[in-house]
């Protein structure tokens, strides 16, 4: 039972938690998010509208939340005829190899930060990214992403991986035994070589590795290794690492904590699917796979925040009152 200070204090919060973005308006919410999508700084945001670092990232992690929301919520029984899956590297806080060591028995390491992977999948057809998830390259979490993916598709599916040993055995255990077909491609890369097509020198990160070939293989079932490939998601990945800075090398752009991260991740892929138009399509991913009507704009994505804060209010508010007894 809550008691009558307990009650004021969640009133009040309630309210206050969300006052930093009232004070910027629809159109400069917008403006954030554009300029977040062209890799521009925090900080470099906050001097431009003349307003506080934590105002931009409230910002990211609640469009991020409504974002996960809404694509959990629509991306349900898809008609996708291929598929890919993979994963990217980024790490958060630090890499894994510069975390300190444990040096006792009962010690344990931080596990929110350290080398973390986004696992997505992609219908190769439409370019819709309808599953993700950020975790550790692990068998559990692999599992809870290639389930995830299951309870999104519907119908006969042909899925493409590369060759982590992992993927077979998940797959099978989420996807059973009938209803898809699956093959990996393996891509053979040739030895680093400088513009001038000498190669480069040992033991040196520089060069250029030109692909050689692509290995096809069929896995289960009877897939068209003329079509299985994972060129989508892969350039996906490229996208990802040039449009979310986040996720750039040799930076300080990285994330500081791992929930920010998650969000700053959703909302790219919810700007990605919605927003933006697919150069080959013409369209964004999510009109394509008839999961909305037109591309929305910014200041959509706004609305939905909105309405999706005020939900969340609401439900807190709710719930306070029945706590006490009133209602």
């Known amino acids: 039972m809550l008691t009558a200070h307990d009650y004021i204090y969640i009133i009040s919060s309630s309210q206050d938690m969300n006052m930093d973005n009232r ?17 521009t700084p925090i900080r470099a945001i906050a001097r431009m509208l003349k307003t506080e670092k934590y105002v931009i990232t409230r910002i990211i992690r609640e469009t991020g939340a409504a974002f996960a929301d ?13 598929i890919e899956m993979d994963e990217q590297w980024q790490y958060v806080g630090c890499h894994a190899g510069r975390m300190p060591k444990v040096t006792t028995v009962y010690g344990e390491r931080d596990r929110t930060r350290g080398d973390f992977w986004l696992w997505a999948c992609i219908d190769a057809d439409t370019k819709l990214v309808l599953s993700h998830k950020v975790g550790k390259r692990k068998l559990g979490t ?22 982590f040993p992992a993927y077979p055995s998940l797959i099978r255990g989420a996807f059973g035994y009938e209803g898809f077909s699956y093959g990996t491609e393996t891509k053979i890369f040739g030895s680093p070589e400088m ?27 009877s897939p068209n290794l003329q079509s299985l490939t994972t060129s989508h998601i892969e350039r996906l990945f490229l ?7 986040r996720f750039q090398r040799k930076g300080l752009g990285y994330s500081k904590d791992l929930e920010t991260h998650k969000l700053a991740v959703a909302l790219h892929l919810g700007v990605y699917n919605f927003v933006r138009k697919h150069t080959t399509l013409g369209t964004t991913p999510a009109v394509a796979a008839g999961v909305e009507i037109e591309p929305w ?5 706004v609305e939905i925040t909105e309405a999706f804060i005020r939900r969340k209010e609401d439900a807190k508010f709710e719930k306070a009152f029945a706590d006490i007894g009133i209602g």
């Open 297 to 301: 704009g910014l200041e959509r994505v």
């Open 142 to 163: 692999g599992r809870d992403f290639v389930e995830d993916v299951r309870a999104r598709v519907k119908g006969h599916v042909q899925i493409a991986t590369d060759n």
């Open 239 to 245: 996208s990802v690492r040039q449009e979310l800075k």
């Open 70 to 82: 809404y694509m959990d919520k629509e991306f349900r029984d898809l008609r996708c005829v291929r």
């Open 195 to 221: 513009f001038d097509g000498t190669l480069a020198r040992l033991g040196k990160n520089e060069g250029v590795r030109k692909l050689v070939t692509a290995e096809r293989k069929a896995v289960v079932g």
């Open 23 to 39: 004070r910027l308006s629809k159109k400069k919410q917008a403006f954030v998010l554009a300029a977040l999508c062209e890799r």
